[in-house]
């Protein structure tokens, strides 16, 4: 059995996180000063780790943050995967989280009830997020095992790492809340992978160890978060 360390890295703040906007798969913005100082902060965190991969998802932010990281990595294999996108807050993406609150809150606390097929109009589900992270980690974890990777880096968002946390950490989506974030923060877990490479993988079998949550620390000198 080979264990795997994953490091899921939430990405730097964006003027629309500034703002209070909601910020879904739909919106696409870039990092603003405060974000590409909490990335090149990640980065210098990270610099020692050996990364074998780097992972993000499709949209800007993640993968501005990605290459960041990806400096001090000189060489090691990138890739962008839009499985990894945000959830879609659907009619509610780019709308101020105050005007947002309680269309929002009433989902958010259907799937702490268990009612993960709840969604805005427009938008996505827990479940349908669910679906489509086991799709990608299901991958990742098969290139990883294939060649024999040890610390793979993922660079994603706020509400779909809370979806993977719960989907592979707690086995639970209604424990997803658990899990807290900050732009830039970082969660270690690990998995111990089969050696045989013919093997099925499927995520869902295998426990994910907590080993680092909400790593922070290296955020602690750029200001306000």
Same mark, same amino acid.
């Given at each position: 059995?080979?264990?795997?360390?994953?490091?899921?890295?939430?990405?730097?703040?964006? +003027? %629309?996180?500034?703002?209070?906007?909601?910020?879904?798969?739909?919106?696409?913005?870039?990092?603003?000063?405060?974000?590409?100082?909490? +990335?090149?902060?990640?980065?210098?965190?990270?610099?020692?780790?050996?990364?074998?991969?780097?992972?993000?998802?499709?949209?800007?932010?993640?993968?501005?943050?990605?290459?960041?990281?990806?400096?001090?990595?000189?060489?090691?294999?990138?890739?962008?995967?839009?499985?990894?996108?945000?959830?879609?807050?659907?009619?509610?993406?780019?709308?101020?989280?105050?005007?947002?609150?309680?269309?929002?809150?009433?989902?958010?606390?259907?799937?702490?009830?268990?009612?993960?097929?709840?969604?805005?109009?427009?938008?996505?589900?827990?479940?349908? %997020?669910?679906?489509?992270?086991?799709?990608?980690?299901?991958?990742?974890?098969?290139? %990883?095992?294939?060649?024999?990777?040890?610390?793979?880096?993922?660079?994603?968002?706020?509400?779909?790492?809370?979806?993977?946390?719960?989907?592979?950490?707690?086995?639970?989506?209604?424990?997803?809340?658990?899990?807290?974030?900050?732009?830039?923060?970082?969660?270690?877990?690990?998995?111990?992978?089969?050696?045989?490479?013919?093997?099925?993988?499927?995520?869902?079998?295998?426990?994910?160890?907590?080993?680092?949550?909400?790593?922070?620390?290296?955020?602690?000198?750029?200001?306000?978060?």
């Amino acid at each position: 059995m080979a264990k795997l360390d994953i490091y899921l890295a939430r990405h730097g703040q964006t +003027a %629309a996180n500034a703002a209070g906007v909601l910020q879904g798969s739909s919106i696409n913005p870039p990092l603003n000063e405060l974000g590409r100082r909490q +990335a090149n902060a990640l980065a210098i965190a990270m610099k020692d780790e050996q990364l074998d991969w780097i992972v993000t998802s499709g949209l800007d932010r993640a993968i501005e943050t990605a290459n960041t990281v990806a400096k001090y990595h000189e060489n090691t294999p990138f890739l962008s995967d839009s499985r990894l996108n945000e959830i879609s807050w659907g009619e509610q993406d780019g709308v101020n989280i105050s005007e947002a609150k309680s269309v929002v809150d009433k989902v958010a606390h259907g799937w702490m009830n268990g009612d993960f097929d709840a969604k805005i109009a427009g938008g996505e589900s827990a479940n349908e %997020a669910k679906a489509r992270i086991l799709e990608a980690f299901t991958d990742i974890l098969k290139v %990883a095992r294939e060649r024999n990777y040890h610390k793979i880096a993922v660079c994603i968002h706020g509400r779909i790492m809370r979806v993977i946390m719960g989907t592979l950490v707690s086995k639970d989506l209604s424990k997803m809340h658990h899990f807290p974030h900050t732009n830039c923060c970082y969660h270690q877990i690990r998995v111990e992978l089969d050696d045989d490479a013919e093997s099925a993988v499927d995520p869902e079998q295998l426990t994910f160890e907590p080993i680092r949550i909400d790593v922070r620390g290296h955020l602690a000198d750029l200001g306000k978060l």
